[in-house]
């Protein structure tokens, strides 16, 4: 859902991370007010610091944080220049490099079923921008959404070395200031200045509901990676980006031409070969 604010919220001439950084600020509050209540009602499956954090687990989970700010980056930027309907549906390649980097990270094994999947998005992917490949050019639209698909992928699995030692909700909270921080640094770098124009009023309370929803997301998200295998995930995942297509395609009367709804369908087929 907040990535359907979002696609609202943004239009070509705005800057994303201003968006961004009072989103966090709204995420940040719902946070807190969450990490209050579990303090005062002695809950720990979300609240505890599983065991004490060195020096180097907080720049390893610092390290992560940042890098997945990227991901957020260019997922905004997608919506600026994209459709909402084939953004999220080309997101069904991210668990593809959640299973290269287990492959990596974790010596897990690929099946032959993987491998396929790989064969389909690269050919998918090739199809659909050949004219591109032509000029050796991509557009815009595809560029911004392997960005942020391959970073979340990465990211999805590296989240799980911080909570493991931060707990659920710490991290979470750990996330969003990391997150605030990115942009407080693009604010000074980009503009001189280290909070951006205040936006309308019908946008901050578009902001307050993103904050919101992704408050409760991302403790979702974060707790089911912690309980149950990725497969599961990936699976969630996939039934979501089929509702957001249909909202994509009904809401914003968005456009698809053959070569997306190809490429659309090879995702798809893409992400349930993840499953095997």
Known sequence: MSGIIWKKILVNESKNYHYIFFRVIATLFFLLLIKFYFSNNNTDDFNAIISTPSLYDWVICIAICLFS????????QALQNGRISFITSLNGISPFFSFITSLFLF???????????????????FLHQRDKWREFTISKE??????????WGISFVLFSIPIKIFGVLNFSIILEVCVFASCIVLLVFKEKRITPAKPSNYHLWLCFLMG???AG???LSN???KLFPVSLNILLGLLFEVIVLIIGLYF???KLARKDWILIGITTVSGFLLLF
């Open 107 to 125: 010596n897990e094994v690929l099946s032959i079923s993987k491998y396929l999947s790989l064969l389909l998005i690269l050919i998918g992917l």
């Open 69 to 76: 700010f990227w991901g957020l980056y260019f997922y905004t």
């Open 252 to 254: 914003f009367s968005e």
């Open 223 to 225: 707790f089911t990676l």
């Open 142 to 151: 595809v560029f911004y959404t392997l960005m942020f698909t391959i970073i």
């Open 212 to 214: 919101f929803l992704v």
């Open 217 to 219: 997301g991302s403790l």
